[in-house]
């Protein structure tokens, strides 16, 4: 096997990502396969070996007894993908390490790796842990919701949306403070995660027919100055302009007439009912 590099180079570092996941080069994809980078787009995090990784991760913290559950979980998955390969993994790791007796160091070995996929698997970590009730479930969540990488950042909201869900009016609470933060990516973490219909992942059924409970979260990033921010809130609109059309009218409107809704998200949010 291929002695990995003691130091990595700049022009593996400062990389932009091949455009196909057949262009990846061969040199990147044998340390995104150890944990020694992380992926930088979509092409790069859907061809990483998550078996491989899991290998090289376990031997780093003696986790390698895990390793057969790990590859059950993946016989056992039906037509696998990344993401279900992330969910497998951390269902593993939270189910053996993840208590509370064990938990913190777990998640700090996860929080802390080079790898984006190792702490993904820690948003499952939190995500699965049985144990954490809601605030505790979204302090630990949050340092993900603000990870230097956008697939953690999607990641995190995911693990922890199905709770959100079953605790509704408590999430929202809390995730209107979330919308007031300083830092962009939790700001929109509060509106990602609560998407009445959301990308990969269950619909919010109660948020399709009452989308009005989340306005503690939307009135305060009606005008943010972040694009990322902006095109979640506006795609959160669209989401509960397909059930409450007469709803997200109204709360366009009346942002636009008081000014301070930003025309992106107004253009955005609008989008399916203005193409009917």
Not at 100 to 115: C, E, N, Q, W
Not at 192 to 220: D, F, M, N, S, Y
Not at 229 to 257: F, I, M
Request: glycine share 6%.
């Amino acid at each position: 096997m291929k002695k990995m590099p003691a130091t990595i180079p700049d022009s593996i570092l400062l990389r932009k990502g091949a455009r196909t996941t057949r262009d990846v080069p061969r040199d990147v994809l044998a340390l995104l396969n150890v944990g020694r980078i992380e992926s930088v787009n979509l092409c790069e995090w859907l061809i990483v070996d998550q078996r491989r990784l899991a290998e090289a991760v376990f031997a780093e913290h003696d986790w390698a007894d895990l390793l057969a559950e790990v590859e059950a979980a993946f016989a056992s998955t039906p037509k696998r993908t990344a993401l279900k390969d992330i969910i497998a993994i951390g269902d593993v790791l939270a189910r053996r390490l993840g208590g509370k007796r064990t938990f913190a160091a777990t998640y700090r070995a996860l929080l802390g790796h080079p790898s984006d996929i190792v702490r993904s698997w820690g948003a499952y970590l939190v995500g699965r842990g049985d144990w954490l009730d809601l605030p505790a479930r979204l302090a630990r969540i949050r340092p993900l919701a603000a990870d230097r990488n956008a697939g953690v950042r999607e990641i995190a909201w995911m693990a922890v949306r199905n709770h959100l869900a079953a605790e509704l009016e408590p999430a929202i609470a809390l995730l209107a403070e979330w919308s007031l933060d300083a830092d962009p990516n939790i700001r929109r973490f509060a509106s990602e995660a609560t998407r009445p219909r959301g990308v990969w992942c269950r619909h919010i059924e109660r948020l399709k027919q009452e989308p009005e409970l989340g306005l503690p979260i939307l009135e305060p990033l009606r005008a943010d100055s972040s694009k990322y921010v902006q095109d979640s809130v506006g795609n959160w609109l669209n989401d509960a302009s397909k059930s409450r059309p007469d709803w997200v009218r109204e709360v366009c409107a009346r942002w636009r007439k008081e000014g301070k809704g930003a025309e992106r998200i107004l253009k955005r949010g609008l989008r399916t009912l203005n193409k009917a």
